[in-house]
């Protein structure tokens, strides 16, 4: 089983950028598909962008659809989360999700309960 390890959260001003990277253990990387997903305070865990095993197709959440850009370097075993004009708002804790069948995409959502495996979380805090 893969495990999963996030970093490049921090504090950022509105309107500023972040790179979280998600790197994961083992040698099966390449067969997952992959996600982030965020929980603000208060809030439920909700679905941010995602991408297949291949990292030929993505998908993202209405919100972060033209800020944020989701890849991966098989080869290097990490999976990116690009956030540029940075949003109050997308303050939360995010969480790189990984599962070794392809996702099912519903109304352009992932559910979390297609997730099998879970990283610790990374805290984005945006200050406006």
């Known amino acids: 089983q893969v495990q999963l390890v996030e970093s490049g959260g921090g504090l950022v001003q509105a309107g500023g950028s972040l790179r979280l990277s998600c790197a994961a253990s083992?040698?099966?990387?390449?067969?997952?598909?992959m996600a982030w997903f965020r929980q603000a305070p208060g809030k439920e865990r909700e679905f941010v962008a995602a991408?297949?095993?291949?990292?030929?197709?993505?998908y993202y959440a209405d919100s972060v659809k033209g800020r944020f850009t989701i890849s991966r370097d098989n080869a290097k075993n990490t999976m990116y989360l690009q956030m540029n004009s940075l949003k109050p708002e997308d303050t939360a804790v995010y969480y790189c999700?990984?599962?070794?069948?392809?996702?099912?995409?519903?109304?352009?959502?992932?559910?979390?309960?297609?997730?099998?495996?879970w990283g610790q979380g990374t805290q984005v805090t945006v200050s406006s």
């Open positions: 999700a990984a599962d070794r069948r392809p996702f099912r995409v519903v109304s352009g959502l992932i559910d979390e309960s297609e997730v099998s495996r």
């Open positions: 083992g040698r099966t990387f390449s067969i997952y598909a």
């Open positions: 991408i297949d095993s291949s990292g030929g197709r993505t």
